[in-house]
């Protein structure tokens, strides 16, 4: 079995693919569900989303844009945030800078799409072996088109767990993400380094940071979901 | 002074800019200056490069496609078949899959543009710390649009040579190639084990990723050179 990590989104996914924004789309993305949401919708933009609680449905939007909520919308992706609500029953609707492109990159040619971070990273490795036919793709989002340190860390955690289960042929991108996982310090030290972390930090958002850092605590993983229900320009995502 | 480091290109550079496509076209550009080649020219295209000779200029042409030679062309982009020959006095025009492009990426924005490979890797720290006033990029050509071991861990080469010769602040990007050249082995473990090495390896060309191996055997750094005699679509290197 193959196991390519994608530092960035670059398409041409094998039947499973993983999608990392572990600050914070999917952290946050696990914590909505953990919190009872039924589903999440994943949108290509934040207008989508407007136009989804326009419409008149039980819908909880949350994102962000460069780390800020997005005007009009409930919640900024803050898992600590989302981890005070309860969704039970609740459809959150998400739209963030680079996580929810990624997954639908991650769309466009993989069968199963799950969201992992490191909360939920080592049911969501467990996930993939089980549903991996041909091979398995770690897409980091990055931020902005460039590679972060925190996904790429997180993708050598998830690359860790996988190699544990089973054998796999590595591409140069697992190779990196092994290597930064294994030479890049505890998890909270590898994402309070990184860009990211260090913005979310100047943002005041640091308890973010930690709380993405937690390693295996939940055992969500949000998997997309096919169905005649979805709205157009989004991705359904539900626990499994 | 910022350091930073394109795991792929992407552009918008500072001052100076260091492109790296170890495997194979700038250690092949440095042995073409180390035989006594009066210039490189990079091309955009095969078509340019083969133009050019059209033109009747004292031409020799190296480049390839997916590693192999490219028809019409004297030369595969090999540094071994490189150091076979004397170029004195000739211009070399090259074109190959990944390395010019990033060149021509680089040249768009950076005001100093120089090649590396490990072969020149500390003359070329050396050159670019001496360059440098806003910050230093390394940029990494990749594969096929695809992240390369074999870059990342020269750029990881390039980043120590720096550090130990300076204070810089670092982005993601160098992180992660520190960490890569700190854990993956020696020169010639961390080529021949990348995905381009064992391809090459498996075209017979496995003494090119040897030599391609050999840390800082060259001071000779290509420096892009501007002036009014340079075709169109080209971009010509000299020894500096």
Redesign the interface.
Known sequence: MKLRV???P?GQYPDVVVVVDVLRATTSAVAYLERGAEALLLTRTPEVALALRGGGGEYVLGGERGGLPIPGFDFGNSPVEAGTQNFTGKTVVMNTTNGTGAAHVAAQSGKHVLLAALTNAHAAARRARALATEGIAIVCAGTD??????D?YTAGVLAEYLLAMGEFEL???A??AL??R???GNPLEALG????GLHLADLGLGADVQFAAGLSISTVVPTLAGGGDIPAETLKFVAG
Do not use: C, M, Q
């Open positions: 994608d530092l960035l670059h088109a460039r590679v972060g340190l925190d790429v591409d140069d991108g190779r990196i290597t930064v294994r030479g890049g380094g990184s860009a990211h």
